[in-house]
């Protein structure tokens, strides 16, 4: 089995996991996938070579059956050199709420760790908000991301663990910091924690 073919999991409505957490429609995410890749015109045996992803997961993913992991989305929003969350935001009206617990939920494969996108930025400001839930445990390492991101993150509650592999830095509540994201880098929760993360792609 591809490294990356685990990433995708059946979509089984009797899952508890996938239950107790709003995630974002697969409809989206497969009609995202096959809007960028005919916009950046290659085929889906390309995308799945350059994401690292068997081509069966790929078409499983397209076709809206697949339940793809936060590792798998960032490989291929890598792969297309757009922003992670333009594979998983439906449109949106001028005037947007949302509630606690609710927006785009996305787990690790890896690491208790819980990413909701809050917000995009437009094809020019490219920027999104995302609000980081991490338990203590396995980090969460991620690879680098699109060239000339950059990651700005608060901590809410809690202490994490955070930048780049070679030169993380500890954060308490109000702390701030801000690193380059197209590098590896990861996330670890020192005690149950909760921050908010601004990528931006420059």
């Given at each position: ?108 494969d890896h690491a208790d760790f819980v990413a909701t996108l809050l917000a995009t930025g437009s ?35 809690g202490r994490i663990r955070t930048g780049p592999v070679d030169e993380p830095v500890e954060l ?31």
């Open positions: 089995m591809n490294e990356r073919e685990a990433f995708v999991k059946p979509n089984n409505p009797s899952d508890g996991a996938n239950m107790q957490q709003p995630a974002p429609p697969l409809a989206v995410i497969a009609a995202a996938l096959r809007r960028e890749r005919d916009r950046a015109g290659i085929t889906l045996t390309e995308l799945a070579r350059r994401a690292g992803l068997a081509k069966s997961t790929l078409s499983q993913l397209e076709a809206g059956t697949g339940n793809p992991s936060i590792e798998t989305l960032w490989a291929l929003g890598v792969a297309l050199d757009v922003p992670f969350s333009r594979l998983v935001e439906p449109p949106t009206s001028p005037v947007r709420i949302i509630r606690a617990g609710e927006g785009p939920r996305l787990r690790s094809p020019q400001t490219r920027r999104d908000i995302y609000m980081m839930e991490l338990e203590p445990g396995e980090p969460r390492e991620a690879a680098a991301h699109i060239p000339g991101s950059v990651e700005h993150i608060v901590v809410s509650k308490g509540p109000g702390d701030y910091v801000t690193f380059p994201g197209d590098v590896p880098h990861r996330y670890e929760a020192l005690e149950p924690s909760w921050a908010v993360l601004i990528m931006e792609h420059r």
